[in-house]
Nanobody, 125 residues
């Protein structure tokens, strides 16, 4: 599996962005998620789902603002980010796991085996 993330940019507080993650070789991917890493901070889980859609998980800080979706025909996962806040500023990474992760396991970077290159999201106040 190879992952290509895109869609980052500069936006004002309250604005929206949509990130895309195109997955090649998707046969070997069961779970796909977004993490983010702000300067000086650890990488943190944002949202994830199985390709089947049976499990969808969000971290608390983005619930109600972000939506993760998938277009299986295009092998692409999207992260629609609304009502963005300066605290959302980070490099966003999409990542894939070979297995269908249990809900509690979405949050751990070590459970993923493939990472995309990251796309920078900057939210100005």
């Amino acid at each position: 599996v190879q992952l290509q993330a895109s869609g980052g940019g500069l936006v004002r507080t309250g604005g929206s962005l949509r990130l895309s993650c195109a997955a090649s070789g998707r046969t070997f991917s069961q779970t796909i998620s977004w993490f983010r890493q702000a300067p000086g901070k650890e990488r943190e889980f944002v949202a994830g789902r199985t390709w089947s859609g049976t499990k969808i998980v969000y971290t608390d800080s983005v619930k109600g603002r972000f939506t993760i979706s998938a277009d299986n025909a295009k092998n692409t996962v999207y992260l629609q980010m609304n009502r963005l806040e300066p605290e959302d500023t980070a490099v966003y990474y999409c990542t894939s796991s070979r297995t269908s992760l249990g809900t509690s396991n979405f949050y751990l970077p070590r459970n993923y085996n493939i990472w995309g290159q990251g796309t920078l999201v900057t939210v100005s106040s």
